[in-house]
């Protein structure tokens, strides 16, 4: 299994966040299935998102446009940074303080 160094955040693939990367209101609309997009994968832990391919910027900047959480739209342009095709979040995992673009919110 491959791993990317990227400043301290373990990627396999996949973008390894904790939940507390997003805010508790975006946590409320994916565990309704309200959110913009519906996650890959569901658990009491977390969930996974499949991040699309694209091959443009125009498909980038209207995926950024539709999505309503800045935190989420952070990730996603990680995720796309680093060509890592999923995006998971635990509720047991690590916070990364030291990754500038990523907000941590307290709930």
């Given amino acids: 299994m491959a791993i990317l160094d990227m400043n301290m955040i373990r990627a396999y693939f996949m973008l390894d966040l904790s939940t507390a990367h997003l805010p508790l209101e975006t946590v409320e609309q994916i ?3 309200e959110f913009y997009r519906d996650p890959y994968l ?3 832990y977390g969930f996974v998102f499949q991040i699309n391919e694209y ?7 209207r995926e950024l446009s539709e999505c309503p959480c800045p935190a989420f739209r952070a990730a996603l342009k990680i995720a796309w940074k680093y060509n890592l095709r999923f ?3 635990d509720q047991d995992a690590e916070p990364h303080f030291d990754v ?3 907000p941590i919110y307290e709930w």
Avoid at 55 to 61: D, F, G, P, Q, S
């Fill in 55 to 61: 091959h443009t910027l125009k498909e980038c900047e």
């Fill in 42 to 44: 569901r658990s009491d």
């Fill in 100 to 102: 500038e673009e990523l």
């Fill in 87 to 89: 995006i998971m979040y």
């Fill in 31 to 33: 565990e309704r299935g």
